[in-house]
């Protein structure tokens, strides 16, 4: 199992160097036989030159025939994946609710944008800085399902610190693009300890927001 795992990393990882290529999945059947592979690429392209690609890259490097009839290719155009995020109005706070049982602690954040509301959520322990990163989590958790498939965002970094005097929460985060990765980074004040829970997805929203407005004014 755990050598079907890497291959099937070393795999979609080769295929995504691949000129064209925006995101590769590659899918095994229980006997460890590659039954599927999935391609996103740009019009660079035809997908029948990059079936051909695929398969000589996949015999050169790891000697595995692929038969064509197991690659599908979809086709974007990558003006469109760039600028998706940038077309839609920026996210918000729409709610966030904690609850404590027997010591386990579950956040549910929802998020708006636009006519639409999008929810994550976390359990854990209810210890140390848990309720801060639990709020972070489930903030992630909604994001995801509010950017879609095409978008991976997850926490590199969650901090407290002063600036200028004031309690902040800063966030850095990664964000992978089809054809990219960015470092995102946000900070949010801390106006009372009741709100440091807030403050901590404010701050993952002015990274994620940020984003948002540069791609517009670009």
């Known amino acids: 199992m755990r050598d079907m795992i890497e291959l099937k990393a070393e795999l979609d990882k080769l295929m995504c160097g691949l000129g064209g290529v925006l995101a590769a999945k590659t899918v095994f059947g229980d006997g460890g036989e590659i039954i599927e592979i999935h391609i996103l690429s740009d019009l660079t392209k035809t997908p029948k030159q990059l079936v051909r690609d695929i398969q000589s890259a ?14 599908s290719v979809a086709q ?5 994946i760039t600028s998706a995020i940038a077309s839609e109005p920026r996210i918000i706070i729409h709610r966030i609710l904690i609850s404590l049982e027997a010591g386990n602690l579950e956040t549910t954040v929802t ?9 994550g959520s976390c359990k854990g322990p209810s210890v140390g800085r848990n309720r801060a990163y639990a709020a972070a989590a489930a ?16 926490l590199l ?12 929460i800063a966030a850095a985060l990664s964000f992978v693009e089809p054809d990219r990765e960015t470092t995102l980074y946000g900070i949010a004040p801390i106006k009372s300890p009741e ?24």
């Open 58 to 71: 996949v015999m050169a490097t790891f000697g595995l025939e692929i038969d064509y009839r197991l690659i």
């Open 76 to 80: 974007i155009n990558n003006s469109m």
């Open 111 to 119: 998020l708006g944008r636009g006519d639409q509301t999008f929810t």
């Open 139 to 154: 903030c992630m958790d909604a994001l995801r399902t509010c950017m879609g498939p095409l978008y991976s965002i997850s």
């Open 157 to 168: 970094d969650l901090q407290r610190t002063m600036l200028a005097g004031e309690d902040c």
């Open 195 to 218: 709100t440091e829970v807030q403050a901590v997805v404010m701050a993952v929203l002015s990274a994620v927001n940020r984003l948002i407005t540069k791609s517009r004014k670009n």
